[in-house]
Nanobody, 116 residues
Framework: QVQLVESGGGLVQPGGSLSLSCAAA????????MGWYRQAPGKQRELVAT???????NYADSVKGRFTTSRDNVKNTVYLQMNSLKPEDTAVYYC??????????WGQGTQVTVSS
């Protein structure tokens, strides 16, 4: 059984910063690809950023240059640093982790609200 525990998020003004973290825990679990998705009200869930075990990253065009993802392989933890936040970044952010067999695991989601 693999559990993902997200933390961070909250309310921030436009131009501000927030950080998220997600820890994957499970007996002998080894995270492969890790990443973040988000879902705004009335919209489909979309990819924000991913990072491989070797730290190769991929970002949605809408967040490039503003968001940075990183990971700690020892702790099975992935991070998302969000800078220069915009109102359109408002969404529920979900952590996603894949194991070596391609199975997906999802965090519970954390709300990020960007508003003045």
């Amino acid at each position: 059984q693999v559990q993902l525990v997200e933390s961070g998020g909250g309310l921030v003004q436009p131009g501000g910063s927030l950080s998220l973290s997600c820890a994957a825990a499970g007996n002998g679990f080894r995270a492969n690809r890790m990443g973040w998705y988000r879902q705004a009200p009335g919209k489909q869930r979309e990819l924000v950023a991913t990072i491989t075990r070797g730290s190769t990253t991929n970002y949605a065009d809408s967040v490039k240059g503003r968001f940075t993802t990183s990971r700690d392989n020892v702790k099975n933890t992935v991070y998302l640093q969000m800078n220069s936040l915009k109102p359109e970044d408002t969404a529920v952010y979900y952590c996603n982790v894949q194991d070596g067999e391609g199975h997906d695991y999802w965090g519970q989601g954390t709300q990020v609200t960007v508003s003045s």
